[in-house]
């Protein structure tokens, strides 16, 4: 599945952004889809992942700010980020694994959007 990540910007620290993930077909059968992001000079990290089934976590560091949503329609996952701080700068990937009808399981990446947190 190609995906096509969109929303980011630059906000200042408090704001809000909510970033797309499209995907290039329907995502009803995708296991899982989740955000990464990857701060500058460090390793890319998880941010939050939803379930086929609506089940979502978080990591710690956005527990309560963030908020990962999928629309089955639309075929789009969402990113809602509230109270954004300097430290959630960086590049935003989202991500799709699912097992494919071979059954084996797959990852596939869509491209990277800059979020940068500044006043």
């Known amino acids: 599945v190609q995906l096509q990540a969109s929303g980011g910007g630059l906000v200042q620290p408090g704001g809000s952004l909510r970033l797309s993930c499209a995907a290039s077909?329907?995502?009803?059968?995708?296991?899982?889809m989740a955000w990464y992001r990857q701060a500058p000079g460090k390793e890319r990290e998880l941010a939050a992942i939803?379930?086929?089934?609506?089940?979502?976590d978080y990591d710690d560091s956005v527990k309560g700010r963030f908020t990962i949503s999928r629309d089955n329609p639309k075929r789009t996952v969402y990113l809602q980020m509230n109270s954004l701080k300097p430290e959630d700068t960086g590049v935003y990937y989202c991500?799709?694994?699912?097992?494919?009808?071979?059954?084996?399981?797959?990852?596939?990446w869509g491209q990277g959007t800059q979020v940068t947190v500044s006043s």
């Open positions: 939803i379930s086929s089934g609506g089940s979502t």
């Open positions: 077909r329907s995502i009803t059968s995708i296991n899982v």
């Open positions: 991500n799709a694994r699912y097992l494919t009808d071979g059954g084996t399981w797959r990852v596939d």
